[in-house]
């Protein structure tokens, strides 16, 4: 007699009967999930890909698209190292290291026999480095993947919002060629509803839900959970993060089952603190699930601090009216959130929660202030490419004078003109005294109307989840790989600290081609 486990923790009798039989079944449908596939496959194994959501793609296909790669598996691990603050196992580390080197010639393979797809030579894909100066850092480098002429990315993903220049969507029509090449068996609309395994706890598949009822899946090999992490599931974001309320900016797919079904099973878990993410608007409609990013910048090394040359034409104030940090740090959509978490624990407040964002009508008039990352098949949005429409929606609001725009965010005027002037005195110095903002990012507020948008810490993806080993077993709490259950992706990702750009595509695909072949190369039970 075996127990089914559901996403709740809920366990159930079960007569060991299933209605399909498979090798591997490898949970979510993003990159991870897809590399997992393809691996699984190509060692031999018969493969399941599910996904719960009604299109494929998860969070991957709303990224960039740049796998990050290295050049020496040396430094590469070194500056992991750093910047995970021993937070991660050195095995776990140096599996991602060297698989950061492997990385590029495993795009070219993916890319072999997809009609007019290459590898990407743009400026962004040829920037060296990491985010940060330590140890190592200059290994790092881009790869991405160039569509051929002709391709209609609307055609093929109508329900993605991204930027036209994102390399998201070009990867996963590669990816996707390839599942489809090698005639695995996709199944979308088909959440998992929970795991089935022995009474010793060995994994032997799922339970599968739908439209037609629960359909009990054999795994004869391994189950592979690669299906993200947690960003829309309120319950737990209020669990494990100081901030409230923190909005979500692209999946409402990511609800955490992945996390529940593995902790049913006695998974540790690790990392549940740490998440990529930025400041961003709020929709006016309270049931659009999506935060509306912040236009991204480009990112900035502070051993490069004179290379961040784009102009920021905002600053962001607190609710007193007061500036607080640097609004552009090295890599502003991963940590420019941090700042706002900050509780007031005489009051049991949070100060910063939501922030102002203030510009004015020169800043609004250089670009959008928005950047949208979702793949919906039934919310989307489109910023307008001059605000006007986030105007009419509220989204963004005008004022005339200092004082009225002070009266609109219910600040004392003369805060917020003693903040305005201060920071334009900044702006004629040439140097962020306060912040220590980049000099190139510096722009003055002075040019009426100004305006203005409530601002809120947004997650855009999640680092926390099952504690994995160098073979991405799932571990218990007592450091034992639950049997023929692995993880991939950013379930329980590697980056326990301070995240690198590019990173968790990178994770995507090393830790689904260890996953893959580990699963395939397992004995059937």
Same mark, same amino acid.
């Given at each position: 007699?075996?127990?089914?486990?559901?996403?709740?923790?809920?366990?159930?009798?079960?007569?060991?009967?299933?209605?399909?039989?498979?090798?591997?079944?490898?949970?979510?449908?993003?990159?991870?999930?897809?590399?997992?596939?393809?691996?699984?496959?190509?060692?031999?194994? *018969?493969?399941?890909? &599910?996904?719960?959501?009604?299109?494929?793609? @998860? #969070?991957?296909?709303? +990224?960039?698209?740049? !796998? $990050?790669?290295?050049?020496?598996?040396?430094?590469?691990?070194?500056?992991?190292?750093?910047?995970?603050?021993?937070?991660?196992?050195?095995?776990?580390?140096?599996?991602?290291?060297?698989?950061?080197?492997?990385?590029?010639?495993?795009?070219?393979?993916?890319?072999?026999?997809?009609?007019?797809?290459?590898?990407?030579?743009?400026?962004?894909?040829?920037?060296?480095?990491?985010?940060?100066?330590?140890?190592?850092?200059?290994?790092?480098?881009?790869?991405?993947?160039?569509?051929?002429?002709?391709?209609?990315?609307?055609?093929?993903?109508?329900?993605?919002?991204?930027?036209?220049?994102?390399?998201?969507?070009?990867?996963?029509?590669?990816?996707?060629?390839?599942?489809?090449? *090698?005639?695995?068996? &996709?199944?979308?609309?088909?959440?998992?509803? @929970? #795991?089935?395994?022995? +009474?010793?706890?060995? !994994? $032997?598949?799922?339970?599968?839900?739908?439209?037609?009822?629960?359909?009990?899946?054999?795994?004869?090999?391994?189950?592979?959970?690669?299906?993200?992490?947690?960003?829309?599931?309120?319950?737990?974001?209020?669990?494990?993060?100081?901030?409230?309320?923190?909005?979500?900016?692209?999946?409402?797919?990511?609800?955490?089952?992945?996390?529940?079904?593995?902790?049913?099973?006695?998974?540790?878990?690790?990392?549940?603190?740490?998440?990529?993410?930025?400041?961003?608007?709020?929709?006016?409609?309270?049931?659009?699930?999506?935060?509306?990013?912040?236009?991204?910048?480009?990112?900035?090394?502070?051993?490069?601090?004179?290379?961040?040359?784009?102009?920021?034409?905002?600053?962001?104030?607190?609710?007193?009216?007061?500036?607080?940090?640097?609004?552009?740090?090295?890599?502003?959509?991963?940590?420019?959130?941090?700042?706002?978490?900050?509780?007031?624990?005489?009051?049991?407040?949070?100060?910063?929660?939501?922030?102002?964002?203030?510009?004015?009508?020169?800043?609004?008039?250089?670009?959008?202030?928005?950047?949208?990352?979702?793949?919906?098949?039934?919310?989307?949005?489109?910023?307008?490419?001059?605000?006007?429409?986030?105007?009419?929606?509220?989204?963004?609001?005008?004022?005339?004078?200092?004082?009225?725009?002070?009266?609109?965010?219910?600040?004392?005027?003369?805060?917020?003109?003693?903040?305005?002037?201060?920071?334009?005195?900044?702006?004629?110095?040439?140097?962020?005294?306060?912040?220590?903002?980049?000099?190139?990012?510096?722009?003055?507020?002075?040019?009426?109307?100004?305006?203005?948008?409530?601002?809120?810490?947004?997650?855009?993806?999640?680092?926390?989840?099952?504690?994995?080993?160098?073979?991405?077993?799932?571990?218990?709490?007592?450091?034992?790989?639950?049997?023929?259950?692995?993880?991939?992706?950013?379930?329980?990702?590697?980056?326990?600290?301070?995240?690198?750009?590019?990173?968790?595509?990178?994770?995507?695909?090393?830790?689904?081609?260890?996953?893959?072949?580990?699963?395939?190369?397992?004995?059937?039970?």
């Amino acid at each position: 007699m075996a127990e089914v486990f559901s996403s709740d923790g809920t366990a159930h009798l079960d007569d060991g009967a299933f209605d399909d039989t498979y090798d591997v079944v490898v949970v979510g449908y993003g990159f991870a999930g897809a590399v997992t596939a393809i691996e699984a496959a190509d060692h031999g194994a *018969r493969v399941l890909l &599910v996904e719960k959501m009604p299109d494929a793609g @998860g #969070l991957s296909i709303c +990224s960039g698209g740049a !796998v $990050r790669c290295a050049d020496d598996a040396d430094d590469a691990f070194e500056y992991l190292k750093a910047t995970n603050a021993g937070a991660t196992p050195d095995d776990v580390l140096r599996v991602l290291a060297e698989g950061m080197v492997e990385a590029e010639d495993y795009v070219k393979r993916l890319i072999q026999g997809v009609d007019g797809a290459s590898l990407k030579a743009t400026e962004f894909a040829g920037k060296r480095g990491g985010n940060y100066p330590f140890p190592g850092w200059e290994t790092f480098y881009h790869t991405q993947v160039e569509v051929p002429d002709g391709f209609d990315r609307l055609e093929h993903f109508p329900n993605v919002r991204t930027r036209p220049s994102s390399g998201g969507p070009g990867m996963f029509w590669v990816l996707n060629s390839n599942i489809e090449r *090698r005639g695995i068996d &996709v199944r979308v609309n088909t959440p998992v509803a @929970g #795991l089935i395994r022995s +009474s010793d706890n060995e !994994v $032997r598949g799922v339970v599968l839900g739908g439209s037609s009822g629960d359909r009990r899946v054999s795994a004869r090999r391994a189950v592979v959970l690669a299906c993200g992490g947690f960003e829309f599931a309120p319950e737990m974001k209020a669990q494990y993060w100081e901030g409230k309320p923190v909005l979500t900016a692209s999946s409402r797919g990511n609800t955490g089952d992945g996390i529940r079904m593995a902790q049913a099973l006695g998974a540790d878990l690790w990392h549940m603190w740490h998440f990529h993410g930025c400041y961003a608007f709020r929709h006016p409609d309270p049931d659009f699930p999506f935060a509306l990013r912040v236009k991204r910048l480009p990112d900035w090394n502070p051993a490069k601090k004179d290379d961040a040359d784009v102009k920021m034409v905002w600053i962001v104030v607190d609710q007193l009216g007061k500036r607080y940090m640097n609004e552009c740090p090295p890599y502003a959509q991963d940590t420019s959130h941090r700042p706002m978490h900050f509780m007031d624990s005489e009051t049991m407040s949070y100060p910063r929660i939501p922030s102002y964002l203030i510009t004015d009508q020169a800043g609004a008039s250089t670009y959008q202030l928005g950047d949208i990352r979702t793949n919906d098949h039934e919310f989307a949005y489109d910023w307008s490419e001059d605000n006007s429409r986030e105007l009419q929606l509220g989204i963004l609001k005008q004022a005339l004078t200092v004082s009225d725009l002070a009266d609109q965010m219910g600040v004392d005027p003369d805060v917020l003109q003693d903040t305005i002037d201060r920071w334009n005195a900044l702006c004629d110095a040439g140097e962020d005294e306060d912040f220590s903002r980049p000099p190139g990012t510096m722009a003055k507020i002075e040019t009426p109307p100004y305006i203005f948008g409530q601002v809120w810490p947004t997650v855009s993806n999640t680092q926390g989840g099952p504690v994995h080993n160098a073979r991405q077993q799932i571990l218990n709490t007592a450091g034992k790989p639950i049997s023929r259950l692995y993880a991939a992706g950013e379930l329980g990702s590697s980056f326990g600290h301070l995240y690198l750009s590019g990173g968790n595509i990178a994770e995507c695909f090393v830790t689904g081609w260890v996953a893959g072949r580990e699963s395939a190369g397992l004995e059937p039970w």
